[in-house]
Each structure stands twice: as structure tokens, then as C-alpha cells.
């Protein structure tokens, strides 16, 4: 077996050092020898993990190393989540932001993607397109049950896998296609434009707060049937 961590002689064959910790498996270390098919279990206790989201900001000030706030929040994370009392996993949201990154002196923004990942010790949240996918359907079912289409939280929703499990010593990255990078920046900035142009229509106007939310729904349903 692969032993990523040796802990001694192998109770089955008495191989020197062959015996150690292979995997982790969500609850418990999967262990083996190098020498023999000699394998165990060590079941781990229970653990409850608290989410935590950091920001794109957060991510790129720590990782250009400019300001030691960021670099000893940063480290305190890691160290909560090396204990197994954190999860900050990263989104599609900072894949898409990352990659439209153009970089910082001599750093990339694949190295930025890398550094997030590893922050992040491989936990991805859903892809934001299927938490907003299922988040919609939720509230139409309740629609057609009349009930009232309220916004609850469930973490099943939100997160890829098992939450409240233990790290494993290594995770596998696969990357994807991030489409046109070019196009996605002048959709942006173009994004950007048109909401400060639409600051001046929203001061003259005489609508209230109630009235704009009114609005919000409507269009957002007209939108989501068609």
C-alpha cells in the first residue's frame, strides 16, 4: 500500500517501518503496510466544522504579501482548518474572478488559483449557477403549494461532499474551460457602466423602496419562466 505516513513496524509481516497511515477517509485512517496486505481502521472521533467565506479581496491582498494583516489572518485559518474545526472552501466566483486577474509583479493568476486552493484545502463550495438553480426551485414548489416562498439555508445546497469531515493529506485538482477570458472582462466593465448610470434615474425617482422590490420580482419571475 501507499503509506503516506509511517508509524512503525507492521504488526502482520514485522516489516521495519512499513506500517503507517495511507488515507484519510471522512471518519476514520485507513492504514497499511509497504510490504504485506496487512490493513486497519482507526475510527475518528465526530467533528462539526463552521463555514467560513473568504472574499476575493481577502484572498488577493494575502496573496501579493504586501500587508501582514492579511498574510497573519490568513495563516490563523489555516491553522483552524489543520485542526479540523474550520472549512473555508472556494467557489466558482473565485475561479471566475481569478482568471480574469492580470496579475502582480511577477505572480500569475494561476498561482493565485493554486494559493486559494490550497487556503481552501481542496473544499469547493456548489457551482454559485445550481445553488441559484436550486434556490429557485425550492421557492416555486412552495409557490404551488401557496406557501411562503421563504430563503433557508440548507448546507447540502451549498457545499460539494461532506462537510463535517475529516482532511485527507492530499486532494485532486481537475481544472476546467473558463471560456473567453477577453470577453468576460468587457462584459463586466460594461456590467459596471450600466449599474453607475442608472444612480442618477434612481435618485430622481419617486418609487419606494417596496415599489423597487415589486418591481425585482416580477421581472426576475417573468425572466425565470421564460
Known amino acids: 500500500m501507499l503509506v ?11 516489516g521495519v517501518n512499513m506500517f ?8 476514520h485512517v485507513l492504514r ?36 501582514q494583516r492579511f498574510l497573519t489572518a490568513v495563516e490563523r485559518v489555516k491553522r483552524v482548518c489543520h485542526l479540523q474545526l474550520l472549512v473555508a472552501p472556494y467557489s466558482s466566483i473565485h475561479e471566475d474572478e481569478t482568471h480574469q486577474w492580470r496579475g502582480f509583479k511577477d505572480k500569475t493568476h494561476a498561482q493565485l488559483m493554486e494559493f486559494i486552493k490550497l487556503t481552501a484545502r481542496g473544499a469547493e463550495f456548489e457551482r454559485s449557477y445550481n445553488i441559484e438553480s436550486a434556490q429557485t426551485l425550492k421557492a416555486f414548489e412552495s409557490y404551488l403549494r401557496d406557501d411562503a ?4 439555508i440548507e448546507r447540502g445546497d451549498a457545499v460539494r461532499g461532506a462537510l463535517d469531515a475529516w482532511d ?3 486532494f485532486i485538482d481537475v481544472g476546467g474551460y473558463w471560456h473567453d477570458i477577453e470577453t468576460k472582462r468587457r462584459l463586466k466593465t460594461q456590467a459596471v457602466d450600466e449599474l453607475v448610470a442608472v444612480f442618477d434615474a434612481w435618485q430622481r425617482s419617486t418609487r419606494t423602496f417596496d415599489d423597487d422590490v415589486v418591481l425585482e420580482y416580477q421581472d426576475a419571475g417573468r425572466l425565470f419562466l421564460e
Open 20 to 27: 503507517g497511515n495511507v488515507s484519510v477517509q471522512r471518519d
Open 32 to 67: 497499511g503496510c509497504k510490504a504485506c496486505d496487512f490493513r486497519t481502521a482507526a475510527w475518528l472521533p465526530e467533528i462539526r466544522k463552521q463555514v467560513l467565506y473568504l472574499d476575493q479581496f481577502f484572498f488577493s491582498h494575502a496573496f501579493r504579501g504586501s500587508d
Open 149 to 152: 416562498a421563504k430563503h433557508e
Open 4 to 14: 503516506t505516513r509511517v508509524i512503525g513496524d507492521c504488526p502482520a509481516c514485522k
Open 168 to 170: 485527507d493529506y492530499f
